[in-house]
């Protein structure tokens, strides 16, 4: 990815990640989503007092691009105030694979960054080929 498309993307994310609506955790994320054809919808998580409510940045941006028709994605940035670049939780890389995308970035506030695809992220991942095969075979 080119310097100028992560820094967009970065600063997009980083937005999102201040807008964060965490009283419980505290812990703010934030993720900016690039689709094929050049929008970016951006996401944060946004917490609630029964927490399993509780839904995750990535797929707050995913769920909203989705919403919006588009399906087709090229990069992924994510951030959150980590040590290390932030890790995706395992429902985000499931929600993540089901769609896909090119590229995902995990970075930080210091600007520490991890690319990664999504087999990376989710290997050996279910997906909807095997609900395919149960249908073709009944
Ligand atoms: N969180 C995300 O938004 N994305 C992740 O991949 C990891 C976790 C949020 C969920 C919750 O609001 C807070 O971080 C602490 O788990």
């Known amino acids: 990815m080119n310097d ?15 807008k964060s609506y965490s ?21 944060t998580n946004i917490e609630n007092a029964s927490y399993g409510l509780s839904m995750c940045a990535e797929r707050t941006a995913i769920f909203k691009a989705v919403s919006d028709g588009e399906k087709d994605f090229e990069t992924l940035v994510v951030i959150g105030d980590t040590d290390k670049p932030i ?8 929600v993540i694979a089901e769609f896909g995308v090119d590229e995902v ?20 991942g279910f997906s909807g080929e ?6 073709t075979n009944s």
């Open 23 to 43: 009283p419980y955790s505290k812990f703010k994320v934030g993720a900016a989503l690039l689709t094929k054809s050049g929008k970016i919808y951006t996401g």
């Open 105 to 124: 970035i995990l970075t930080n506030l210091k600007k520490d960054f991890k690319e990664m695809s999504v087999e990376d992220l989710l290997p050996y």
């Open 4 to 18: 100028e498309k992560f820094e967009l993307l970065y600063k997009k994310a980083k937005d999102a990640m201040n």
């Open 130 to 135: 095997e609900l395919d095969d149960k249908n």
């Open 87 to 94: 890790s995706p939780c395992g429902a985000c890389r499931q």
